[in-house]
């Protein structure tokens, strides 16, 4: 029997029509699979209804790989795939196994030599990458900073230092909810040179992407609010 293969698919990066952002082969691919590994089941049936509204939602089978989620259960997630079936890994925004949990399932499809399929898809990392203007050529995503204010500071410093030492752009994120508090925390702790790309609603049409110094930002007023949002920092 033909060992059925791991799809990564892409979703999009808001509310936005499936198909504005994503290719055609991403739906096709859809249609035809069952069996989907996600990080929240309600998001990634909306998902997949939307983009395939004839897909019978009952007929679905749904695993769940959240930080809740052991090794010992994620471990047979794959097993349909020795059955013939294909199964997909969805993120709950643009592409799986980047800044999103699904790394261990494709690691464990390598390891039972199952083949990985990656999907043409959004990701916020690199699209704000692309837009930024900093150094594409050589960049670092860091994800998350600390949430403690003094550790936060010094990764803060940490990072514009690495930036200066290697010409590295240096790229993280914040939950939504606290992204007023780290725009403030960088333009208080960055060198008034330095860059900082701020790209926030990507692909969406409250879409902003804006790089300027630190000195300028701050004669800036943003509402970064609960809004999905990309920064980068370079040194020059």
């Known amino acids: 029997m033909t060992k059925g293969s791991l799809f990564l698919i892409p979703t999009t990066l808001g509310g936005n029509e499936p198909l504005e952002v994503l290719p055609l082969s991403v739906k096709q691919i859809v249609e035809k699979v069952n069996i989907f590994i996600v990080e929240n089941e309600k998001p990634a049936r909306r998902f997949i209804k939307k983009i395939t509204p004839r897909k019978s939602q009952p007929d679905l089978i749904i695993f769940i790989l ?24 969805l993120s709950d925004a643009g592409v799986p196994a980047i800044a999103d949990p699904g790394a261990s399932i494709v690691m464990l499809a390598h390891q039972k030599n199952i083949k990985v399929i990656p999907l043409v898809g959004p990701s916020s990392i690199l699209l704000a990458m692309m837009s930024s203007g900093l150094n594409g050529q050589n960049f670092a995503f860091n994800g998350y900073l600390p949430i403690d204010k003094s550790e936060r500071k010094r990764a803060i410093k940490d990072l514009e230092k ?32 330095t860059y900082l790309c701020i790209a926030v609603d990507i692909t969406l049409t409250t879409e902003l992407i804006k790089t300027l110094s630190i000195n300028d930002w701050k004669m800036q007023k943003i509402d970064l609010h609960k809004r999905p949002c990309i920064f980068i920092i370079h040194k020059h």
């Open 66 to 89: 959240d930080k809740f989620t052991s090794e010992l259960e994620s471990k047979s997630y794959l097993d349909a795939c020795f059955e013939g079936q294909n199964v997909g890994l």
């Open 162 to 193: 690495t930036s200066k030492l290697k010409n590295q752009s240096q790229v993280f994120i914040e939950t939504p909810y606290r992204n007023d508090k780290l725009f403030i925390d960088l333009k208080f702790n960055l060198i008034p040179s």
